[in-house]
Every structure is written in structure tokens, then in C-alpha cells.
């Protein structure tokens, strides 16, 4: 049997979430088995056999996370609540915990999948599998980033005061990830028209696992999909983007089927797509600068302030990329109602979420749009922080 | 501890015997104990658990939660429970429309309904006024026209089948056109009691309700973000329906009484079908925001997953206008669709009868009205096939029908078809939503490691959520997490999802309990012999193997372990009095 978590740890390494060696997780089967060991391991113990989850993770992230955290935990009374549509809708908000101590641990894992631990790290629940656990792990250091840069955006402008070391880090966090950007030079390879489901399948599990290698995700997820021969091949929900094999659906669009069920909660989206424009493959991700950017707004006194997400009324536009709002699915607030119709050029952002680009024939240029728009989009960060 | 938000914490007691009527205070204790539902019927059950199903002493329990009435998404259920006919277990059935939210306008948390009248009658519950009405009720009357006789309010009825002592006989209530499983509609039948009719002038108090509306939000934005309910494929498109083919697609449709397990007919049988053939249009619950219902344009109710697939592939029918007339029968006869499919797919597998032999529309009308071979299939598969000296053919566990997704697909799913307090039923611990609709995570459907756990934790979350009264549905895109934000914006009372999962535990504990004192062990916790010998229907690219029988025992008892139950599968004194259960020896 693998050591408890080691795909998870691995994930978590590679994505510079955490150093080699810094995830802790605890799966409780019969009892509980470790994967490593820690000085106070009975403080995550106590707390695991209290609230009786699967599985727990606990772990120090590496920087930047570590000092964005830090200085959001500072700044915060008990929790952190940023404005991005992964916290909003899943998360809801991150606690802060005081001490490393099992009952202020109990106490907020009751009520929340996740805390942060200032000096330790984030503590995170997986009560069905460790999957849960590293996924709300991943989506905490994902949503403190956003927030950091989004508040450092308005500590710069005079709105909002961080402390002095906030331009530190900000500027030691732009120079890692703008030499991260600059190193993006693997593209797909699969060439289009695809002239089989065969070909199709490849082509998804490629631009998929690309989406994730080259950063243009949180936590594995995003989406993807191509139209053949009247069906959309989509990603299944919460399918981890660089193992798509046996994780996507086909789904004919002549209504015979409800396979699609289990496909991505943008599936209606991705279809409006397609319905409206001639594209033939869609790619969507989180890309931190084109999240941040999308959160970025001056009129203060807007009628709508807090509930830009769903209520903008403005044309926004980074350059020529439109930023619409809209929720995660369906329903009358949902993308599915602004995001398809924003689609003229290379790409979309919606607010708070993530940037949707489509393609001609293959996943080559849909791909090349998300990584252009995401340098784009931190080009421009870069120009208002005077970075 | 502010009782009168979110409960009125007074349940009514009605002695039919003695044509009484009392109310019983309940306490704070209790409700933070049990929520409410689900939980709090099953504490005013325990005293009587031990009695058969039509002791007069059997209480029939009707029960809101915190939640009925409050304008929480999806929480306008009622649990009922009692013991069932069928099963001989305890038994908590979740029941949708407007009966509950108009019990506790009444004022009254729920209804405890002992005792047997002499002739069949009524119960008209207008607010505080109780009074026992005539029965109107002819027995040529349907379901539907006894329904259509209370134009106010909400009522609860029996249907004909009750009345010909039918085991798997149901309740039927205003506003749901499902039909609850366990027999409980006989319970009703057996204390001479043909409806309840409820009106409520009152309003169900909330302590805050803008935190409550902010707690609504973020449950509705899950339901929009979740495929399985809200996606272009999902439920609230094509009803709970829309699973047809992904279960077959995964080869676990059972077809023939589970000699097969994928559809291969030419006939489409699925939800789109359906919608291709009639048109269909959406259908809810009163307060749901799903509407995982569908209606033909013509105003019938599509069949929900389980009784269409129970009343297609597992018949071998394979006629969909056959398929509706079947289930509109078994709603308006009051039986459960999913125990009288069940039946005849045993029926035709002992009598060897092939489907064009069978007359299926005849059978189950036979069942309702008690004759012919009705007379016998009646009493369910179980009873059936042991007459038959086949008690192996049955595909049931503790007596109850297994539903539409067989257990050599998804291991999980096997495990809790075996240890469900009300036996073989998917819904108390969900496995297909890990095992099947990815959600909260995917999970390995093939393997049983890491399972125990889960279902033991998904036990606990849908006894909690049975409790609260909301609907299981909601599940597969929302969590207590957010539900105790609604509770306690409900109720002005600190609560996490954590304590929601500890008096799940409870009350599931004490469920067990109560089989236990019914005599129930570890030898009826088991799946039917077929799927332990038997492979499933192999194709594109999957192999349905028989479950290895080994691994499903250590499964088995790994749960135990976990559930705190001795090896043998009984509950422990010491465990029950840690969940400040009190404890009974069984006589």
C-alpha cells in the first residue's frame, strides 16, 4: 500500500505549495495511519479522533504562500474571506487559528473545511478522502494569493493599509511568478480537425495536463471539452485535470443521453459556446493575474460594490478581454448567461472565477490564449503596482 | 434555548382507541439531542420497537424538522416511521409535498398517531382543534380522488392496496407524488385510520432571518454548481430519471431480476425517452429548488429512477407507455413501486416466466387489490420466494427490495445495501454519489478499502439530514456545513456540521438499537447469495465480476468496528450510554 496521501504530497510539491517533506496526512481507516511524523503529531491525532474524519492534512506551505497567509492571518480577526468564487462558493471563509492547540483546531474544522495555522501552516479536513483535504488545502493558498494581490492593488492606490512588508513579498511573489510565465514553453501537439473519438480523448488529456504544468489552475480543476461529430467531449466534475484518462464525457447533443450528468459544472456553458460561435474546443482555468485583474475596481462608490460578481453592469476590458460576471453553473446568475455571448476574440475572464479561450480546430490556440492573456494580465498588474 | 424558533415543541399524541388527543412538551434536551425528523421519531419509537407492526400499542409517527416551514432550500420534508410490515425493522421514510409545513403552522412538531378505532375513520387537525373525521373513502377510490377530497390544507392517505394488506403498501401525501417504501401505509390501515387531514393558520418563527436568507444563498449557489442536480443533463431537466444511463453506461442497471446488469434492448427506456416521446415538464416538491419531478404534458408523473428502471429493465419490460401505466397504478393503488417491480422480477424468474408471458399491468394491479397471484406476491419477494422454497431469488436484504443500482457495480453500495438500519436501501448512506456521481469526490467504485468509513460517515450525515427535514437530493451539491448556518440562523442556537454528524450518529445508533431488540444480527446485514457468484454484464471495457465474499465480510466488520457495534453486528451498552442513549436488553 502507498504511504497515506503520497499522490497528494507529491501534488502539492510540484505545484510549490509546500517543500518536499512538509505534508502531514492522517487517514483513518480501522485506526489512524501517518505519513511522516511531526514534533506535536498528537495535537493533528487528538483532533483527527475527535472529529472523526477520513483523513486530515497538515502542512507549512512553501513561499510565497507562507508570507501571504501570514500577513492576511495578521490582518484578520478570526477568518479570512476573499472575494474569489472558489472561497464564495465552497469554502465560504478560512479561519484563523491562534494556537496550535487540538481543541482551537476541533473548533474550527467543525464548522469549516479548512484553517490557517499563523506560524504553522493550514490545517485541512477530508472527511470522505484525502482528496478533500488537499483539494481545500490547494484552494486556501489559491484564494489568500488572489486576496493578497487584490488588497496589495488597493494598498497601492492609498484605499486600503497593509503592513510595510507587504511590498516584499509582493515583490518578491511577482518576480517568482513572472519568471514562472516566462518559462511556459510547451504547447499541444495534437493537431486538429480531429478525425476520431480516439483523437479527441488524447487531445483533451493533453491541453488538460499542459493547463496544469504550466500553472493555469488551482487545484488540478478547471475545464475542458471539444466539439466532434455532434457531441461535446467534456471533463467530468472534479476531475483532476492532469489525469483525465477515463474522465471525460461524451455527450451527444441530440438530447438521447444523460451521461453527461457527471461531466463539468460548465457543461452548459461550454454547449452555449459552441451553439453561438464556429469554435471547436473550449479550455478554462484559474489563472492567478486574470482572477486578480477581474477583481480590480476603482468605483468605489458603486452601487454594486460586493456584489460585482453576479451585478456589474459595466463593460469591463483588459485590453480586448471582456470581464463578465457570473456564478460557477447554472441558473439565472450562473456564466452560462454572460460568458458564451462575451466570446468574440481570444478570450473571456469572469469575475472572481477564471478565464474561458476557445479554439478553431484544436486546443493550440485556445491554449496559447490562456497563457498569452494570463501574461497579459499580469503585465498589467504589474503596470498599476509600478512593478 | 429558544424553543419556539424553528419548533413549536409540542408533538401531538392521538390514541385512536380511545379516541384522545394530548400534546407532549418537548424539551430543548431533546432536540439538540435527536434535531428532529427522522431523530426525534426514532426516540419516541424506542420504547415500542419490541412490538409487532399492528400491536395497537405500535405508534405511527409523523414528524417535521427545525427546518419545516422555515423557507431553507428543500427542507419542506416529513419523516414518518413506525415498524415496517415488510421488514420487521424500524422504519423512517422521507415524505415531500405540504403536509409537514402545515402540521407545524398547526402548531405541532409532529403527530404520534397508537392505538386501532373501531372503524375506519379520519383525523382532521385544523390548528389546536382535533377531531376525528368519517370515513369518505369508498374502496374502489384511488389514491388521487381521495387526495382530491381535502381541497385545503394537506392530508395523508392510504390507498386500496393498504386496505388489501399489502406489505409494501404506502402513505400517499398532498403534493408528492412519490410513494414511500416499508409498508408504512399498512401501519396506518391496521389502526383503522384512512387520512390525516392538516390545516395551519400559524407561521413557523425564525430567529434571524437575514442570516438565514445568507445561508439560503450559499446552499442555491452549490445546487447551481452541481451537475447532478442543476446541469443540462441533471435532475432538475430530466429528474432523478437522468441517472438511467449513466448507471447503465456502467454496466449496474439491473435487468431480469439481476441476472444482467446493462440494457441492451432496442427500445430506449431512458429519461430522454421520455421527453422525446411525450414531452415532459418540471416538477417539485412545495419549497424544493430542484424539482427533481418530471410530468408528461398530459399531467402524469414520470416514474422516478428507481421505480423506472425497476419497471422496465428489471421486468424486462420494455415499453415505456407500459412503464407509466405501471407506475401511475402502484401511485394510485398507494403501494411502493420499487418492492411490487421487485416482486414480479422474482416471481418471473421462479415461475420461469419470460416477460412476454407476464402481464405485468395485470400483476400489479392483482397486488393492490389481493388476488389471483396477487394474493401471494403481495407479501413481498422475500416471503414469495421462501414459499417458493427460493428464498435466494429474492433480491433483498432484511426483506426490502434492493433499488436500481446493483451492488457488484459499487462496492460501497453493497456494503450499506447490507448494514442499513431498514435494509436494502442506497439512500442512508448515498455511496453512489462518491461511487458514481463523483460527488463530493470520486471514489474507486470497485474496491471495498476506505469504505466502511465512508459509509458509516455518510450514515451519520443523512440521519442528520433526515432530521433536519431536508432533502437528501440537496446533498449532492451542498453539506451540513452550510445547513447548520441555516439551522442556526433557524433556531438562534450555536451548531456545526459536526454536531449535526454526532446526533446523526445518535440516531442511527439508535435505530440499531432497535433492530436489535427486534433480533435482528449480523446474518440478516448480508447481500442475496447471487451476488457472490454471479458476474454482472461485461462490455466496453468493463468486467463486473461477483463480489469476493471475503473482502465484503472484512468490509463488514471493519465496520462494525467503526460503528461501534460488537463483531457480531449488535449494539454495545457501553457505546449507546457514550451517546447518552439509555440501554435496553432485548427480552
Same mark, same amino acid.
Given at each position: 500500500?502507498?504511504r497515506?496521501?503520497?499522490?497528494?504530497?507529491?501534488?502539492?510539491?510540484?505545484?510549490?505549495?509546500?517543500?518536499?517533506?512538509?505534508?502531514?496526512?492522517?487517514?483513518?481507516?480501522?485506526?489512524?495511519?501517518w505519513?511522516?511524523?511531526?514534533?506535536?503529531?498528537?495535537?493533528?491525532?487528538?483532533?483527527?479522533?475527535?472529529l472523526?474524519?477520513?483523513?486530515?492534512?497538515?502542512?507549512?506551505?512553501?513561499e510565497?504562500?507562507?508570507?501571504?497567509?501570514?500577513?492576511?492571518?495578521?490582518?484578520?480577526?478570526?477568518?479570512?474571506?476573499?472575494?474569489?468564487?472558489?472561497?464564495?462558493?465552497?469554502?465560504?471563509?478560512?479561519?484563523v487559528?491562534?494556537?496550535?492547540?487540538?481543541?482551537?483546531?476541533?473548533?474550527?474544522?467543525?464548522?469549516?473545511?479548512?484553517?490557517?495555522?499563523?506560524?504553522?501552516?493550514?490545517?485541512?479536513?477530508?472527511?470522505?478522502?484525502?482528496?478533500?483535504?488537499?483539494?481545500?488545502?490547494?484552494?486556501?493558498?489559491?484564494?489568500?494569493?488572489?486576496?493578497?494581490?487584490?488588497?496589495?492593488?488597493?494598498?497601492?492606490?492609498?484605499?486600503?493599509?497593509?503592513?510595510?512588508?507587504?511590498?516584499?513579498?509582493?515583490?518578491?511573489?511577482?518576480?517568482?511568478?513572472?519568471?514562472?510565465?516566462?518559462?511556459?514553453?510547451a504547447?499541444?501537439?495534437?493537431?486538429?480537425?480531429?478525425?476520431?473519438?480516439?483523437?479527441?480523448?488524447?487531445?483533451?488529456?493533453?491541453?488538460?495536463?499542459?493547463?496544469v504544468?504550466?500553472?493555469?489552475?488551482?487545484?488540478?480543476?478547471?475545464?475542458?471539452?471539444?466539439?466532434?461529430?455532434?457531441?461535446?467531449?467534456?471533463?467530468?466534475?472534479?476531475?483532476?485535470?492532469?489525469?483525465?484518462?477515463?474522465?471525460?464525457?461524451?455527450?451527444?447533443?441530440?438530447?438521447?443521453?444523460?451521461?453527461?450528468?457527471?461531466?463539468?459544472?460548465?457543461?452548459?456553458?461550454?454547449?452555449?459556446?459552441?451553439?453561438?460561435?464556429?469554435?471547436?474546443?473550449?479550455?478554462?482555468?484559474?489563472?492567478?493575474?486574470?482572477?486578480?485583474?477581474?477583481?480590480?475596481?476603482?468605483?468605489?462608490?458603486?452601487?454594486?460594490?460586493?456584489?460585482?460578481?453576479?451585478?456589474?453592469?459595466?463593460d469591463?476590458?483588459?485590453?480586448?478581454?471582456?470581464?463578465?460576471?457570473?456564478?460557477?453553473?447554472?441558473?439565472?446568475?450562473?456564466?452560462?448567461?454572460?460568458?458564451?455571448?462575451?466570446?468574440?476574440?481570444?478570450?473571456?475572464?469572469?469575475?472572481?472565477h477564471?478565464?474561458?479561450?476557445?479554439?478553431?480546430?484544436?486546443?493550440?490556440?485556445?491554449?496559447?490564449?490562456?497563457?498569452?492573456i494570463?501574461?497579459?494580465?499580469?503585465?498589467?498588474?504589474?503596470?498599476?503596482?509600478?512593478f | 434555548?429558544?424553543?419556539?424558533?424553528?419548533?413549536?415543541?409540542?408533538?401531538?399524541?392521538?390514541?385512536?382507541?380511545?379516541?384522545?388527543?394530548?400534546?407532549?412538551?418537548?424539551?430543548?434536551?431533546?432536540?439538540?439531542?435527536?434535531?428532529?425528523?427522522?431523530?426525534?421519531?426514532?426516540?419516541?419509537?424506542?420504547?415500542?420497537?419490541?412490538?409487532?407492526?399492528?400491536?395497537?400499542?405500535?405508534?405511527?409517527?409523523?414528524?417535521?424538522?427545525?427546518?419545516?416551514?422555515?423557507?431553507?432550500?428543500?427542507?419542506?420534508?416529513?419523516?414518518?416511521?413506525?415498524?415496517?410490515?415488510?421488514?420487521?425493522?424500524v422504519?423512517?421514510?422521507?415524505?415531500?409535498?405540504? *403536509?409537514?409545513?402545515?402540521?407545524?403552522?398547526?402548531?405541532?412538531?409532529?403527530?404520534?398517531?397508537?392505538?386501532?378505532?373501531?372503524?375506519?375513520?379520519?383525523?382532521?387537525?385544523?390548528?389546536r382543534?382535533?377531531?376525528?373525521?368519517?370515513?369518505?373513502?369508498?374502496?374502489?377510490?384511488?389514491?388521487?380522488?381521495?387526495?382530491?377530497?381535502?381541497?385545503?390544507?394537506?392530508?395523508?392517505v392510504?390507498?386500496p392496496?393498504?386496505?388489501?394488506?399489502?406489505l409494501?403498501?404506502?402513505?400517499?401525501?398532498?403534493?408528492?407524488?412519490?410513494?414511500?417504501?416499508?409498508?408504512l401505509?399498512?401501519?396506518?390501515?391496521?389502526?383503522?385510520?384512512?387520512?390525516?387531514?392538516?390545516?395551519?393558520?400559524?407561521?413557523?418563527?425564525?430567529?434571524?432571518?437575514?442570516?438565514?436568507?445568507?445561508?439560503?444563498?450559499?446552499?442555491?449557489?452549490?445546487?447551481?454548481?452541481?451537475?447532478?442536480?442543476?446541469?443540462?443533463?441533471?435532475?432538475?431537466?430530466?429528474?432523478?430519471?437522468?441517472? *438511467?444511463?449513466?448507471?447503465?453506461?456502467?454496466?449496474?442497471?439491473?435487468?431480469?431480476?439481476?441476472?444482467?446488469?446493462?440494457?441492451?434492448?432496442?427500445?430506449?427506456?431512458?429519461?430522454?425517452?421520455?421527453d422525446?416521446?411525450?414531452?415532459?415538464?418540471?416538477?417539485?416538491?412545495?419549497?424544493?429548488?430542484? !424539482?427533481?419531478?418530471?410530468?408528461?404534458?398530459?399531467?402524469?408523473?414520470?416514474?422516478?429512477?428507481?421505480?423506472?428502471?425497476?419497471?422496465?429493465?428489471?421486468?424486462?419490460?420494455?415499453?415505456?407507455?407500459?412503464?407509466?401505466?405501471?407506475?401511475?397504478?402502484?401511485?394510485?393503488?398507494?403501494?411502493?413501486?420499487?418492492?411490487?417491480?421487485?416482486?414480479?422480477?422474482?416471481?418471473?424468474?421462479?415461475?420461469?416466466?419470460?416477460?412476454?408471458?407476464?402481464?405485468?399491468?395485470?400483476?400489479?394491479?392483482?397486488?393492490?387489490?389481493?388476488?389471483?397471484?396477487?394474493?401471494?406476491?403481495?407479501?413481498?419477494?422475500?416471503?414469495?420466494?421462501?414459499?417458493?422454497?427460493?428464498?435466494?431469488?429474492?433480491?433483498?436484504?432484511?426483506?426490502?427490495?434492493?433499488?436500481?443500482?446493483d451492488?457488484?457495480?459499487?462496492?460501497?453500495?453493497?456494503?450499506?445495501?447490507?448494514?442499513?438500519?431498514?435494509?436494502?436501501?442506497?439512500?442512508?448512506?448515498?455511496?453512489?454519489? !462518491?461511487?458514481?456521481?463523483?460527488?463530493?469526490?470520486?471514489?474507486?467504485?470497485?474496491?471495498?478499502?476506505?469504505?466502511?468509513?465512508?459509509?458509516?460517515?455518510?450514515?451519520?450525515?443523512?440521519?442528520?439530514?433526515?432530521?433536519?427535514?431536508?432533502?437528501?437530493?440537496?446533498? *449532492?451539491?451542498?453539506?451540513?456545513?452550510?445547513?447548520?448556518?441555516?439551522?442556526?440562523?433557524?433556531t438562534?442556537?450555536e451548531?456545526?456540521?459536526?454536531?449535526?454528524?454526532?446526533?446523526?450518529?445518535?440516531?442511527?445508533?439508535?435505530?440499531?438499537?432497535?433492530?436489535?431488540?427486534?433480533?435482528?444480527?449480523?446474518?440478516?446485514?448480508?447481500?442475496?447469495?447471487?451476488?457472490?457468484?454471479?458476474?454482472?454484464?461485461?462490455?466496453?471495457?468493463?468486467?463486473?465480476?461477483?463480489?469476493?465474499?471475503?473482502? *465484503?465480510?472484512?468490509?463488514?466488520?471493519?465496520?462494525?468496528?467503526?460503528?461501534?457495534?460488537?463483531?457480531?453486528?449488535?449494539?454495545?451498552?457501553?457505546?449507546?450510554?457514550?451517546?447518552?442513549?439509555?440501554?435496553?436488553?432485548?427480552?
Amino acid at each position: 500500500m502507498d504511504r497515506p496521501g503520497l499522490k497528494y504530497s507529491s501534488k502539492l510539491v510540484e505545484s510549490g505549495l509546500c517543500e518536499d517533506g512538509a505534508p502531514l496526512f492522517g487517514i483513518m481507516e480501522d485506526g489512524i495511519t501517518w505519513s511522516g511524523s511531526i514534533q506535536e503529531q498528537h495535537i493533528p491525532e487528538e483532533a483527527l479522533n475527535t472529529l472523526n474524519f477520513g483523513s486530515i492534512l497538515f502542512a507549512q506551505t512553501a513561499e510565497p504562500f507562507r508570507s501571504i497567509i501570514e500577513l492576511l492571518a495578521e490582518e484578520a480577526q478570526s477568518s479570512i474571506a476573499p472575494d474569489d468564487s472558489e472561497t464564495r462558493t465552497f469554502l465560504h471563509e478560512i479561519p484563523v487559528i491562534n494556537s496550535f492547540t487540538p481543541g482551537e483546531i476541533i473548533t474550527a474544522l467543525k464548522r469549516r473545511k479548512g484553517a490557517i495555522i499563523p506560524g504553522r501552516g493550514i490545517i485541512a479536513a477530508g472527511p470522505v478522502t484525502p482528496e478533500q483535504a488537499f483539494v481545500t488545502f490547494s484552494s486556501i493558498c489559491f484564494s489568500c494569493y488572489i486576496k493578497f494581490f487584490s488588497d496589495y492593488y488597493y494598498h497601492t492606490r492609498g484605499v486600503k493599509k497593509l503592513p510595510d512588508r507587504a511590498e516584499k513579498i509582493a515583490s518578491h511573489a511577482l518576480s517568482e511568478y513572472g519568471s514562472a510565465l516566462q518559462k511556459i514553453n510547451a504547447f499541444p501537439s495534437a493537431k486538429g480537425p480531429f478525425s476520431s473519438d480516439k483523437e479527441v480523448y488524447a487531445a483533451i488529456t493533453e491541453a488538460g495536463r499542459l493547463t496544469v504544468s504550466s500553472g493555469m489552475v488551482d487545484s488540478f480543476f478547471g475545464n475542458v471539452s471539444a466539439l466532434f461529430n455532434d457531441c461535446i467531449y467534456i471533463t467530468q466534475t472534479g476531475a483532476s485535470l492532469d489525469e483525465l484518462e477515463g474522465c471525460i464525457d461524451c455527450c451527444p447533443l441530440d438530447n438521447s443521453s444523460t451521461c453527461a450528468i457527471t461531466s463539468s459544472s460548465e457543461y452548459s456553458a461550454h454547449r452555449a459556446l459552441y451553439n453561438l460561435t464556429n469554435r471547436r474546443t473550449v479550455l478554462h482555468g484559474h489563472p492567478r493575474f486574470s482572477v486578480i485583474m477581474s477583481l480590480l475596481c476603482d468605483r468605489h462608490e458603486c452601487s454594486n460594490r460586493g456584489r460585482c460578481h453576479t451585478a456589474c453592469k459595466e463593460d469591463r476590458l483588459i485590453n480586448d478581454i471582456p470581464i463578465v460576471p457570473g456564478e460557477i453553473g447554472t441558473g439565472p446568475r450562473g456564466l452560462v448567461q454572460t460568458m458564451p455571448a462575451a466570446m468574440k476574440g481570444r478570450g473571456v475572464i469572469v469575475h472572481g472565477h477564471g478565464l474561458f479561450t476557445a479554439g478553431a480546430c484544436d486546443f493550440t490556440d485556445a491554449f496559447t490564449s490562456l497563457v498569452d492573456i494570463e501574461r497579459m494580465c499580469f503585465e498589467e498588474y504589474c503596470k498599476l503596482v509600478q512593478f | 434555548m429558544p424553543i419556539n424558533f424553528g419548533r413549536t415543541g409540542r408533538v401531538l399524541l392521538i390514541d385512536a382507541t380511545e379516541r384522545s388527543v394530548s400534546a407532549i412538551e418537548t424539551g430543548s434536551n431533546a432536540a439538540a439531542f435527536f434535531i428532529g425528523g427522522r431523530g426525534m421519531a426514532g426516540n419516541f419509537l424506542r420504547p415500542f420497537a419490541h412490538l409487532p407492526f399492528d400491536s395497537p400499542q405500535m405508534p405511527l409517527i409523523f414528524m417535521t424538522g427545525p427546518l419545516t416551514g422555515t423557507g431553507t432550500p428543500c427542507s419542506e420534508i416529513l419523516s414518518v416511521m413506525s415498524k415496517s410490515p415488510l421488514t420487521r425493522t424500524v422504519f423512517p421514510f422521507s415524505a415531500g409535498g405540504t *403536509f409537514g409545513s402545515e402540521l407545524k403552522k398547526a402548531g405541532w412538531d409532529g403527530i404520534i398517531l397508537t392505538g386501532k378505532s373501531l372503524t375506519p375513520c379520519g383525523i382532521i387537525i385544523e390548528d389546536r382543534a382535533i377531531n376525528f373525521g368519517q370515513n369518505h373513502f369508498t374502496p374502489e377510490m384511488n389514491v388521487s380522488q381521495r387526495l382530491a377530497c381535502f381541497s385545503t390544507g394537506a392530508a395523508a392517505v392510504t390507498g386500496p392496496a393498504a386496505e388489501h394488506g399489502v406489505l409494501f403498501s404506502s402513505i400517499s401525501f398532498s403534493g408528492d407524488t412519490q410513494q414511500g417504501r416499508g409498508g408504512l401505509g399498512l401501519v396506518m390501515e391496521t389502526k383503522n385510520i384512512r387520512y390525516i387531514h392538516v390545516r395551519g393558520s400559524g407561521t413557523v418563527s425564525v430567529y434571524d432571518r437575514e442570516k438565514l436568507a445568507a445561508a439560503g444563498e450559499d446552499i442555491l449557489r452549490l445546487v447551481s454548481a452541481s451537475p447532478v442536480l442543476a446541469g443540462e443533463r441533471g435532475f432538475s431537466r430530466y429528474g432523478t430519471g437522468a441517472l *438511467f444511463d449513466l448507471v447503465n453506461s456502467r454496466r449496474m442497471l439491473p435487468c431480469l431480476n439481476f441476472r444482467k446488469t446493462c440494457y441492451d434492448g432496442t427500445d430506449p427506456l431512458n429519461a430522454c425517452a421520455y421527453d422525446r416521446s411525450y414531452g415532459t415538464v418540471s416538477h417539485g416538491c412545495a419549497g424544493c429548488d430542484i !424539482h427533481c419531478g418530471r410530468k408528461l404534458a398530459d399531467g402524469r408523473p414520470v416514474p422516478e429512477y428507481n421505480a423506472m428502471a425497476h419497471l422496465s429493465a428489471l421486468t424486462g419490460n420494455s415499453s415505456i407507455e407500459r412503464t407509466l401505466l405501471t407506475s401511475a397504478m402502484c401511485a394510485e393503488k398507494g403501494m411502493d413501486p420499487v418492492s411490487a417491480a421487485s416482486t414480479i422480477a422474482c416471481y418471473m424468474e421462479i415461475s420461469g416466466k419470460s416477460p412476454d408471458e407476464c402481464d405485468i399491468v395485470g400483476l400489479i394491479e392483482d397486488i393492490a387489490l389481493s388476488r389471483n397471484e396477487g394474493a401471494l406476491l403481495k407479501s413481498g419477494s422475500l416471503r414469495y420466494a421462501a414459499a417458493a422454497s427460493k428464498p435466494g431469488l429474492s433480491m433483498s436484504v432484511k426483506g426490502l427490495e434492493l433499488p436500481a443500482f446493483d451492488p457488484r457495480g459499487a462496492y460501497g453500495t453493497a456494503l450499506s445495501y447490507a448494514v442499513s438500519t431498514r435494509g436494502g436501501c442506497y439512500s442512508d448512506a448515498c455511496a453512489i454519489s !462518491h461511487e458514481i456521481l463523483r460527488k463530493p469526490v470520486a471514489t474507486d467504485r470497485f474496491t471495498f478499502s476506505r469504505k466502511p468509513r465512508m459509509i458509516r460517515l455518510t450514515e451519520d450525515a443523512r440521519s442528520a439530514v433526515d432530521s433536519l427535514s431536508v432533502c437528501g437530493n440537496i446533498f *449532492f451539491a451542498a453539506s451540513l456545513e452550510e445547513y447548520a448556518r441555516a439551522l442556526c440562523a433557524v433556531t438562534g442556537t450555536e451548531t456545526t456540521g459536526h454536531d449535526l454528524m454526532l446526533a446523526g450518529e445518535r440516531i442511527n445508533y439508535n435505530e440499531r438499537i432497535m433492530n436489535y431488540l427486534c433480533g435482528f444480527t449480523s446474518a440478516d446485514d448480508d447481500l442475496p447469495a447471487r451476488f457472490f457468484t454471479d458476474p454482472g454484464t461485461p462490455g466496453a471495457g468493463i468486467s463486473i465480476p461477483p463480489i469476493d465474499r471475503n473482502r *465484503f465480510l472484512e468490509a463488514r466488520s471493519i465496520y462494525y468496528r467503526i460503528r461501534g457495534l460488537s463483531p457480531e453486528g449488535l449494539p454495545l451498552e457501553k457505546k449507546s450510554l457514550e451517546l447518552g442513549l439509555s440501554w435496553t436488553d432485548p427480552d
